[in-house]
C-alpha cells in the first residue's frame, strides 16, 4: 500500500508525554509513506515514528517538524523522526527540504536497517543529538547532502556500531556541543566540501 499525507497540519496540542498526542505519524506497515508540505508539531514523543516490519520507503518533503518533548514514558529513540524497523523491517527514506526545530532528544534517530538521504536540510535547536545512525543490529546508512546541523546541545551527528556509516557533502555542522562523534567502528566519511 501506498500512503500519502499532502498539506496538513498535524499538532500533539502541546506535547506534554502521556496528556497529549504521543506520534504525530505512526508508521506500522505500509509499503511506502509521502509526507509532503506538512508542519508536525507538539507530540510527547515522535513526530514520524516508524516500526515496520517489511520493507518501506519513506518520502518527507517541504515538512516543518518542531517542538516534539520527549520525557516521562518516552523512550530512548523518540526524536522528530524516529526510524527504527522491527524485526524484517528496512527503511529506504529520502528527506529534502525538511526543518527539524526545538526538539527533545534526537532530531532525526536511524537504527538498524535504514538507508537514507537527507538533503536541502536543516536540524537545529534539538536538545540532545542532531542526527544519530546506529548500525549496532544492521546497516544503518545516511548521506547528508547540503544540509546545516547546527546550534544542538549535545552532537551534531553521532555514529555508532560497525554497521554505521554517514557521508558529508555540501553540509554545515556547526555551534553544537560537540559537531562530529563517531564510536564502536562507526564511520563518519567527508566528500571533502563540508
Given at each position: 500500500?501506498?500512503?500519502?499525507?499532502?498539506?496538513?497540519?498535524?499538532?500533539?496540542?502541546?506535547?506534554?508525554?502521556?496528556?497529549?498526542?504521543?506520534?504525530?505519524?505512526?508508521?506500522?506497515?505500509?509499503?511506502?509513506?509521502?509526507?509532503?508540505?506538512?508542519?508536525?508539531?507538539?507530540?510527547?514523543?515522535?513526530?514520524?515514528?516508524?516500526?515496520?516490519?517489511?520493507?518501506?520507503?519513506?518520502?518527507?518533503?517541504?515538512?516543518?517538524?518542531?517542538?516534539?518533548?520527549?520525557?516521562?514514558?518516552?523512550?530512548?529513540?523518540?526524536?522528530?523522526?524516529?526510524?527504527?524497523p522491527?524485526?524484517?523491517?528496512?527503511?529506504?527514506?529520502?528527506?529534502?527540504?525538511v526543518?527539524?526545530?526545538?526538539?527533545?532528544?534526537?532530531?532525526?534517530?536511524?537504527?538498524?536497517?535504514?538507508?537514507?538521504?537527507?538533503?536541502?536540510?536543516?536540524?537545529?535547536?534539538?536538545?540532545?543529538?542532531?542526527?544519530?545512525?546506529?548500525?549496532?543490529?544492521?546497516s544503518?546508512?545516511?548521506?547528508?547532502?547540503?544540509?546545516?546541523?547546527?546550534?544542538?546541545?549535545?552532537?551534531?551527528?553521532?555514529?555508532?556500531?560497525?554497521?554505521?556509516?554517514?557521508?558529508?557533502?555540501?553540509?554545515?555542522?556547526?555551534?553544537?556541543?560537540?559537531?562530529?562523534?563517531?564510536?564502536?567502528?562507526?564511520?563518519?566519511?567527508?566528500?571533502?566540501?563540508n
Amino acid at each position: 500500500d501506498t500512503v500519502v499525507l499532502r498539506g496538513l497540519s498535524i499538532n500533539g496540542s502541546g506535547g506534554t508525554p502521556g496528556i497529549n498526542g504521543l506520534n504525530g505519524v505512526r508508521i506500522l506497515q505500509a509499503g511506502a509513506v509521502r509526507i509532503e508540505n506538512c508542519d508536525i508539531q507538539g507530540f510527547g514523543e515522535s513526530a514520524i515514528d516508524v516500526a515496520n516490519t517489511a520493507a518501506l520507503k519513506l518520502t518527507v518533503q517541504d515538512t516543518v517538524i518542531e517542538n516534539t518533548v520527549a520525557g516521562a514514558g518516552a523512550t530512548a529513540n523518540d526524536a522528530g523522526i524516529s526510524l527504527v524497523p522491527g524485526v524484517g523491517g528496512s527503511v529506504r527514506a529520502h528527506f529534502d527540504r525538511v526543518r527539524l526545530h526545538g526538539i527533545n532528544q534526537f532530531g532525526i534517530n536511524a537504527v538498524g536497517n535504514v538507508r537514507a538521504v537527507l538533503r536541502d536540510s536543516v536540524i537545529s535547536g534539538v536538545t540532545g543529538t542532531a542526527l544519530q545512525v546506529d548500525g549496532s543490529s544492521g546497516s544503518a546508512q545516511v548521506l547528508v547532502d547540503n544540509s546545516s546541523l547546527v546550534e544542538n546541545s549535545v552532537n551534531g551527528i553521532f555514529v555508532t556500531g560497525a554497521g554505521a556509516t554517514v557521508r558529508l557533502y555540501r553540509s554545515v555542522v556547526s555551534g553544537n556541543a560537540q559537531g562530529l562523534l563517531n564510536a564502536n567502528s562507526g564511520q563518519i566519511i567527508s566528500f571533502g566540501g563540508n
